[in-house]
């Protein structure tokens, strides 16, 4: 189902996640500019991944996330969770330019599959603080868990993994308050053409990762809306079938190590938080 640009829960339990991009970026639109049709949707955009959980009503969150308006189409008002994370998909940005292990961004796909893991190393991308759902303005940048055996393949993908960690820090916070469990997932962006990426999401968030034919949701969305009020389309629901799947990604994780892994990825946040003396 679609809401590009946006994520579309279908029947409460399928969720999508877009605009992933590896650049850092500046957020391009707001979610109806993205498309963001329905309610219970999640939406990520930029750099610094933005995330939208749509629902009918206004929701205070107790779990780190901000209540916000999220779209007003056909005279009624859809609320949202919203969360963000400060360096998500920039930090393969980090990887290139300042640490120059990598060339272009896409080859951190290669070399995190290099390596069969990250050797127990953890990077939290904290250059500027901790977003949603930490808030922790003091936090800062964590490379932990390093032996004489870490290589440049280990810590790129440590980078590669600490997207998807933080994307699922999100998604649990949202869980919690929303009550609902997300079964899949629909990506598009730039890291969405990242495979390991989108497996590694897929396993640490246990659902099924979906990637549309069309990936580039901030034009799209726009031309959605445009056509909305010119009268080439004439429903939410008629945009929804317009959604193509290109590929699927299904969890293929065995829980003991998921919650091994979501283990490590706390004890590291828990390293980098508060750094800064204040």
Same mark, same amino acid.
């Given at each position: 189902?679609?809401?590009?640009?946006?994520?579309?829960?279908?029947?409460?339990? &399928?969720?999508?996640?877009?605009?992933?991009?590896?650049?850092?970026?500046?957020?391009?639109? !707001?979610?109806?500019? &993205?498309?963001?049709?329905?309610?219970?949707?999640?939406?990520?955009?930029? $750099?610094?991944?933005?995330?939208?959980?749509?629902?009918?009503?206004?929701?205070?969150?107790?779990? $780190?996330? @901000?209540?916000?308006?999220?779209? $007003?189409?056909?005279?009624?008002?859809?609320?949202?969770? %919203?969360?963000?994370?400060?360096?998500?998909?920039?930090?393969?940005?980090?990887?290139?330019?300042?640490?120059?292990?990598?060339? &272009?961004?896409?080859?951190? %796909? !290669?070399?995190?599959?290099?390596?069969?893991?990250?050797?127990?190393?953890?990077?939290?991308?904290?250059?500027?603080?901790?977003?949603?759902?930490?808030?922790?303005?003091?936090?800062?940048?964590? @490379?932990?868990?390093?032996?004489?055996?870490?290589?440049?393949?280990?810590?790129?993908?440590?980078?590669? &993994? /600490?997207?998807?960690?933080?994307?699922?820090?999100? @998604?649990?916070?949202?869980?919690?308050?929303?009550?609902?469990?997300?079964?899949?997932? /629909?990506?598009?962006?730039?890291?969405?053409?990242?495979?390991? @990426?989108?497996?590694?999401?897929? =396993?640490?968030?246990?659902?099924?990762?979906?990637?549309?034919?069309?990936? %580039?949701?901030?034009?799209?969305?726009?031309?959605?809306?445009?056509?909305?009020?010119?009268?080439?389309?004439?429903?939410?629901?008629?945009?929804?079938?317009?959604?193509?799947?290109?590929?699927? !990604?299904?969890?293929?994780?065995?829980?003991?190590?998921?919650?091994?892994?979501?283990?490590?990825?706390?004890?590291?946040?828990?390293?980098?938080? =508060?750094?800064?003396?204040?």
């Amino acid at each position: 189902r679609h809401c590009k640009g946006g994520a579309v829960v279908q029947r409460v339990t &399928e969720a999508r996640i877009c605009k992933m991009l590896w650049e850092d970026e500046e957020p391009q639109g !707001y979610p109806s500019q &993205e498309t963001c049709i329905d309610e219970t949707q999640v939406h990520s955009i930029g $750099g610094m991944q933005w995330i939208l959980f749509v629902v009918k009503l206004s929701q205070n969150s107790k779990n $780190g996330l @901000l209540s916000t308006i999220a779209i $007003g189409l056909d005279g009624r008002i859809s609320y949202a969770l %919203e969360g963000s994370v400060f360096v998500g998909g920039a930090v393969i940005q980090w990887v290139r330019d300042g640490l120059r292990m990598i060339q &272009e961004s896409r080859d951190a %796909e !290669y070399y995190a599959g290099k390596v069969k893991d990250t050797g127990g190393v953890y990077l939290v991308p904290a250059f500027t603080g901790l977003g949603a759902p930490h808030w922790d303005m003091y936090a800062r940048g964590c @490379l932990i868990g390093l032996t004489r055996g870490t290589t440049r393949e280990h810590i790129i993908r440590a980078a590669q &993994e /600490s997207i998807a960690y933080q994307v699922n820090d999100l @998604l649990t916070a949202m869980k919690r308050d929303t009550g609902t469990a997300l079964s899949s997932l /629909s990506v598009d962006g730039g890291a969405s053409r990242d495979s390991f @990426l989108m497996q590694f999401q897929s =396993d640490i968030s246990d659902c099924t990762i979906r990637r549309p034919v069309i990936r %580039e949701t901030t034009a799209l969305g726009a031309c959605y809306l445009a056509g909305l009020a010119t009268g080439v389309w004439h429903s939410r629901e008629e945009l929804k079938q317009l959604w193509r799947c290109d590929t699927l !990604y299904a969890p293929s994780m065995d829980e003991n190590k998921r919650r091994k892994l979501l283990s490590g990825w706390d004890k590291a946040v828990g390293r980098s938080l =508060d750094w800064v003396e204040h």
